[in-house]
């Protein structure tokens, strides 16, 4: 008999669980930007679970190289300007610029980017003349802001341009959540200028805006993960049927109304057994990766145009208290962790671990 083995790698063996490299030449850290071009398409959900658990899953039907990767301070360029703060977290390099995905900094600053198709729109309000672009954003958050509100505070003065990571590169159209371990916001480039709302569910998905998304949690206001009372002869025939009108499917609407539901009912601060509630690092890790598989796409459950499979690549979670990053794949479920350590945090070069590899498979 054989069972998915399931473990957390602490850095030491993560560094040869994700077959780390620590090359300081940006030829060897550099993607092909054609491949840029099809983060137009992708889905994604992200949840803050509670103070110190932040997590997001992505979907798409191909890999462009993504990979975990950790920027000590000071070596990375945004502009003119290096980053005061070590960042960890998926993404590509172009040139010798990391564009993160998602991440994590020294300070416990998480941010997500998400798509948001049909809505962005860039190079626009007060700020124009001041901006980044859009596949740039994650880096300059936290590379140099250690919290929300320092985050709010440096997007009241900038904007979201119309260029892409390179002039070969066209913009791509995202919004983008951040977590702390006090508050969560969102933050959508609009025809208005760049809006940053705080975010009360703690949920973004995709398009549409996140207003559309909030109005729409009224749906949920008459379920329960508690049974109803039969209101006429016939039995209730199984548990859980509180929950009956809760949304299954796949798209943006459906995913978001799913993981607030599911993120409000369900405790991530424990294994939800009546254990320590501080304990969020084991118990609370396998739950937050329970809620993140109910939003998560299996492969050929969403077919792209071209009738390519849709799936979710990877799930991680960011813990915010003490920056670590834990990680599962589609072919890889064994659950993986790297620690933002203060050695990484002044280390001379940008260290990359692949992320992909086979699963684990163990006699029981």
């Not at 559309?212 to 002869?233: E, G, I, V």
Request: charged share 20%.
């Amino acid at each position: 008999m054989v069972f998915f083995y399931r473990r957390f790698l602490p850095l030491d063996v993560c560094i040869y669980a994700f077959g780390a490299e620590n090359d300081a030449s940006s030829s060897n850290l550099a993607i092909p930007l054609s491949n840029l071009e099809r983060l137009v398409k992708i889905l994604c959900t992200a949840i803050r679970f509670n103070e110190r658990l932040f997590g997001r899953t992505f979907d798409y039907e191909r890999s462009y190289g993504e990979e975990l990767i950790v920027t000590p301070r000071g070596r990375m360029k945004i502009g003119e300007a290096e980053n005061r703060y070590a960042v960890m977290g998926i993404g590509v390099i172009v040139g010798e610029t990391p564009l993160y995905f998602d991440g994590v900094n020294e300070w416990g600053l998480c941010a997500a980017a998400l798509n948001f198709p049909q809505y962005a729109v860039y190079g626009v309000g007060k700020n124009a003349r001041a901006g980044v672009s859009s596949a740039h954003l994650i880096s300059l958050i936290l590379g140099f802001c250690r919290s929300c509100e320092e985050a709010r505070d440096m997007l009241s003065h900038i904007s979201v341009s119309a260029e892409g990571a390179d002039e070969k590169t066209p913009p791509t159209p995202l919004h983008w959540m951040l977590s702390d371990p006090r508050s969560s916001l969102v933050v959508e480039p609009l025809a208005s200028g760049l809006s940053v709302l705080d975010n009360p569910v703690g949920v973004l998905t995709n398009s549409p805006r996140f207003d559309y998304h909030l109005a729409r949690l009224a749906d949920l206001t008459a379920l329960s993960p508690r049974n109803p009372l039969a209101k006429n002869a016939a039995p209730l025939y199984s548990r859980g049927m509180g929950a009956i009108g809760l949304p299954g499917d796949f798209s943006s609407s459906s995913r978001f109304l799913r993981a607030a539901f599911l993120k409000e009912c369900c405790d991530c601060t424990s294994g939800g057994g009546g254990q320590n509630k501080a304990d969020c690092t084991s118990g609370g890790v396998g739950q937050a990766f329970d809620i993140l598989s109910s939003v998560a796409i299996p492969r050929g459950a969403v077919l792209s145009d071209g009738g390519e499979a849709v799936f979710t690549r990877y799930s991680a979670l960011m813990d915010m208290d003490s920056p670590t990053y834990y990680l599962t794949t589609a072919a890889c479920r064994t659950v993986r962790k790297a620690i933002l350590t203060d050695s990484l945090c002044e280390g001379q070069h940008i260290v990359k671990f692949p992320i992909y590899r086979e699963e684990i498979i163990a006699e029981i």
